[in-house]
């Protein structure tokens, strides 16, 4: 059934009151559109959508006898004014009239309004005259962006034409003012993105090189010229014939996701959720399974470049010829190319000869950083360059590799010259390993992008510790100290360089690491230290938030896999900008802190031959001595804290900082030597920890303490992230934990964690268990499948130490404390790690009698926890 016959049963209609008829007219095209997708045909569809929704309006508007109306019109603006509607698109009306209209033609406009909402048409509509319109369109941009793509549907002519002769004119907006304003707007827009077109969720309709920003070219070009019709750019000598074939078949392929995204969803959804990827995949053609949402997303991607790179393209040539702004005198570099107004500009047709002159563009942009950006013609040559050099890549070429070798041996290339590199895949056409991951999803909420531009963002913060000394001082004196920096930056490059292949991409990356080396003539020494930062490049994240740092055990096992001074300072660089590019919210001062002790306590340990007990047993002695210096201030006597600090162990000295242990002994001595069966201290820090905030929990020994305080915290929206569990031999028991609110910072003023502190001790001192928490879990955790895995490991103190890997739903450690207390389990340490949507856990624990866990308890705790996480959530909202 073709469009043409949903329009001849609309006019078949004769009156407004059939709105079954009506109703029954729109749900059949609606049902059309989606059998009528074949996943290539999206261009035609939008428009059928569109005419047959002009047809409906135009119906409805002379059934009313609108038509009849002098000085009327119906106006299509916005997308709907550019004649492409696409599924489930709002269908935006401007109702225009000359004059203020009579109250008998207010009601008449109000019935037809209501009649389109009636039978569920989504309209965007505003009733002015000519005059308002105009002044509306004067103090917004997207009033006067809307006008620019207005067309009548039905009315008076000479009401619309009158409108438009003024809203295209320049005393609404010039064409200098209007593109002003849209770059503004794209460049905001861009910033909501992370400035990246690489997100794991992208927006098909707003992301950096999505639809917007071909659309910003038309509006450009229509308020300029007055007229675009699809050629007008070329006319002008602004596009090829061939770039603007490439820009339509962009917007095609975009419409094509963006329909099938809109029929998944049932309504007007422009982004591409983790919910909807493998429905789209699938009704895209490109198969059911995970490997088809791959195809899908690097489709896309590659797709947003080319978006990307022509929009670049347009709008640095509109800025030039609209903006009119006098330009800087040339200042030559050499035959090739010149600068004015910060960017580069090609002197003749043929700049890139072959892949070594591309090589050679990247190092003049290293050595001039007053270069700021690429002229449009620029990125033109580059394109076509990169496009004429496929047959192999630019690595095979011994000039290339020599080339490529000093750029990444020059900090300075890691500005501009790496973001042109990777933005123009340039990089890709060098090394195949890097081809393999562009646009390469990663299925998981613990990475905001994709591999590859999780790399870029990473080797551009190992960038910024050569430029931002005061960010990272540490890491700063690392980089600068090091007499090769290619080192750490090509290790950067292959970290994550081999996911996707199956097994273990760390392994796989230090033998990639190898054959590179081989090639580029790398000496074994540096080959070595650069393999063995890739396959170790999580190590030191793993065990400063899954291990017990302060174990000497632990920090001579990793001492010993650091081997020296400079293997540790390498690899705690690269962890930093690992953790930093991965996502913008998870760095956090928990991970800071972890990080920087683990840092320090290490590079102690390498200074004292790995003799980690003396290293601890010097901590001790130091955090004792300044603790009491503190204290002494605090005026707290000497007889009223050594009662406590006698029932803590070696352990707590060492784990704690001196402002913590005065800080602890202040609250709890205040309360005197003695506490009663119900008593309870609860106290909150904002000052104590730079990881966050600490909760000091001090009472005697209870079940279900733990359960119960994450519970509380869980319901709160707060997050445990370290717990340190002290049990005393004369049965008190001790807890510190560091807890972030829902943006991982700490709690945001002193009275809000006094206030959670209040809500864990009243909850402390009520009997039984703890309440039920009642936050669901989020729309994109349901999406995610994390089985949970439970590891056990017998440790020399006479526990158990259990790693357990779960999603990390909503009470997920009050559900964990309370098995624990029934099966008569005691929890000692917690440390508490969230991976995007997967809890990574440690507790050390140990069973009734204070030893290691049995076989048999093992088996039954191991079957517990899967039975309780791995039961699905059952939603009680009503």
């Known amino acids: 059934m073709a469009v043409d016959a949903f329009i001849d049963d609309v006019k078949e209609i004769t009156s407004l009151n059939d709105l079954k008829a009506f109703k029954e007219a729109v749900q059949a095209n609606y049902t059309w559109l989606e059998n009528s997708f074949t996943g290539k045909n999206a261009d035609e569809l939008v428009v059928a959508r569109s005419n047959f929704t002009d047809e409906l309006l135009c119906h409805a508007w002379k ?11 119906l106006c299509a ?4 004014g550019r004649g492409q509607l696409q599924p489930y698109s709002d269908i935006d009306l401007l109702v225009l009239s000359k004059k203020v209209l009579s109250a008998s033609q207010q009601e008449t406009v109000s019935q037809f309004i209501t009649f389109l909402w009636d039978i569920k ?9 000519i005059k308002e319109t105009i002044q509306l369109a004067k103090a917004d941009i997207t009033i006067a962006t809307n006008l620019v793509e207005a067309r009548l549907l039905c009315g008076c002519s000479d009401t619309f034409d009158a409108l438009m002769k003024k809203a295209i004119g320049p005393r609404t907006w010039s064409s200098k003012l209007f593109f002003k304003a849209k770059l503004d707007e794209q460049i905001n827009r861009h910033r909501k993105f992370d400035d990246t077109s690489y997100n794991l969720e992208p927006n098909i309709k707003e992301n950096p090189g999505c639809l917007r920003d071909i659309q910003s070219i038309g509006w450009v070009a229509k308020k300029h010229f007055q007229e675009y019709d699809g050629t007008t750019l070329i006319g002008h000598g602004y596009f090829t014939k061939l770039e603007h074939a490439e820009l339509i078949e962009c917007r095609s392929e975009l419409w094509q996701i963006r329909f099938a995204l809109h029929i998944i969803a049932g309504r007007s959804e422009n982004r591409l959720l983790f919910d909807y990827q493998p429905q789209v995949a699938e009704r895209l053609g490109y198969g059911e399974n995970k490997a088809a949402v791959e195809k899908l997303m690097k489709h896309l991607f590659r797709i947003v470049q080319r978006v990307s790179e022509l929009n670049s393209m347009l709008l640095q040539r509109f800025s030039s010829d609209i903006l009119g702004q006098s330009r800087k005198k040339l200042y030559c570099f050499n035959q090739d190319f010149c600068m004015q107004d910060g960017k580069l500009i090609p002197q003749h047709d043929n700049c890139f000869p072959s892949p070594i002159s591309i090589l050679n563009f990247l190092g003049l942009l290293a050595q001039n950083p007053e270069i700021k950006g690429l002229d449009g013609s620029c990125i033109r040559q580059l394109r076509n360059a990169r496009r004429q050099f496929q047959s192999a890549y630019y690595h095979e070429y011994e000039d290339c590799r020599e080339k490529f070798i000093e750029l990444v041996s020059t900090p300075d290339f890691f500005d501009l010259g790496w973001d042109i590199m990777h933005l ?6 060098y090394l195949p390993q890097w081809d393999n991951i562009v646009g390469m999803m990663q299925f998981d909420l613990f990475h905001a992008y994709t591999v590859d531009e999780h790399t870029h963002r990473l080797v551009k913060y190992v960038r910024r510790y050569y430029k931002e000394k005061e960010e990272f001082p540490r890491c700063s004196r690392i ?6 920096p290619q080192i750490l930056f090509i290790a950067a490059i292959f970290h994550d360089i081999a996911k996707g292949r199956g097994g273990d991409h760390s392994k796989l990356g230090a033998k990639d690491v190898f054959v590179f080396c081989e090639q580029h003539n790398i000496s074994e020494k540096n080959t070595n230290m650069i393999a063995w930062l890739v396959e170790n490049h999580l190590l030191m994240s793993v065990v400063a938030q899954r291990r017990d740092i302060y174990d000497p055990d632990v920090v001579k096992e990793f001492a010993s896999e650091v081997k020296s001074q400079l293997h540790l300072e390498l690899l705690y660089a690269l962890t ?6 991965t996502n913008n919210n998870l760095w956090n001062d928990w991970k800071a802190s972890l990080l920087r002790e683990l840092y320090l306590l290490t590079k102690k340990a390498l200074d004292n031959g790995l003799q980690c007990q003396n290293t601890l047993e010097e ?8 603790a009491a210096i503190v204290l002494e201030q605090l005026e707290v006597n000497e007889e009223d804290y050594l009662p406590f600090w006698s029932r803590m162990n070696d352990n707590y000295f060492a784990r704690f900082k ?3 242990i005065a800080w602890h002994s202040q609250v709890i001595t205040s309360r005197g030597h003695q506490l009663l069966e119900k008593d309870v201290i609860v106290a909150a820090s904002n000052f104590t920890s730079r990881a966050g905030t600490e909760l000091l929990i001090y009472c005697h020994d209870r079940p279900a303490l733990f359960a119960q305080i994450a519970s509380v915290l869980d319901s709160r929206n707060c997050s445990i992230h370290d717990a340190q569990i002290v049990v005393t031999s004369d049965g008190y028991v001790f807890d510190s934990m560091i807890i972030l609110d829902e943006n991982s910072e700490r709690i945001s003023t002193q009275p809000r964690a006094d206030n959670i502190a209040k809500a864990v001790h009243q909850q402390l001192v009520k009997p039984g268990r703890s309440h039920s928490n009642k936050r669901r879990m989020s729309r994109q955790m349901r999406q995610l499948d994390v089985p949970t895995k439970v590891r056990f490991f017998d440790i020399q103190d006479g526990s158990t130490l259990i790693e357990l890997e779960a999603l990390d739903a909503p009470g997920l450690l009050a559900k964990i404390g309370h098995l624990f207390v029934d099966l008569n389990i005691t929890l000692k340490m917690a440390k508490i790690t969230t991976i995007g949507e997967r809890a990574e856990d440690v507790f050390i624990i140990s069973n009734a009698d204070g030893e290691t866990l049995t076989q048999e308890q093992k088996i039954l705790l191991r079957k517990q926890l899967k039975i309780k996480l791995d039961q699905p959530e059952v939603n009680t909202a009503i």
């Open 63 to 73: 059934l009313l006898s609108l038509h009849t109306c002098s000085n009327l019109s």
């Open 77 to 80: 603006v916005g997308g709907y």
């Open 121 to 129: 048409l989504e309209i965007g509509q505003s009733v002015r005259t």
């Open 424 to 429: 123009h895949g340039i990089l890709r056409a």
């Open 479 to 484: 980089v600068h100290e090091l007499d090769e």
């Open 576 to 581: 930093l900008a690992d953790i930093r590019a």
């Open 619 to 626: 901590r001790i002695v130091t955090h004792k001595s300044e």
């Open 658 to 660: 001196p402002a913590q």
